[in-house]
């Protein structure tokens, strides 16, 4: 018996990673609303500042109705 494929998230579903790395007061300049965000450390500057890899999609409406 061979189990059957899962489908394929939809697109609107995943997160989509923005180009770059931030430092944590560069995110407010990335973050739109009606959005949804994950961050991640990235790592830090040669001086120590934490680096963020900014993740966004944009949220189901459907499951807010």
């Keep these: 018996m061979t ?7 939809h697109l609107a579903d995943q997160f ?3 180009p770059g790395l931030f430092r944590r007061w560069e995110i407010e300049q990335v973050i739109e609303p009606g959005m949804d965000f ?7 500057t040669s001086d ?8 966004r999609r ?8």
């Design 3 to 9: 189990a059957e494929p899962k489908p394929a998230p």
């Design 16 to 18: 989509l990673r923005l």
């Design 38 to 44: 994950h961050l991640e450390e990235a790592g830090a």
């Design 48 to 55: 120590g500042t934490p680096l963020f890899a900014v993740y």
């Design 58 to 65: 944009e949220p189901d409406h459907a499951d807010k109705e």
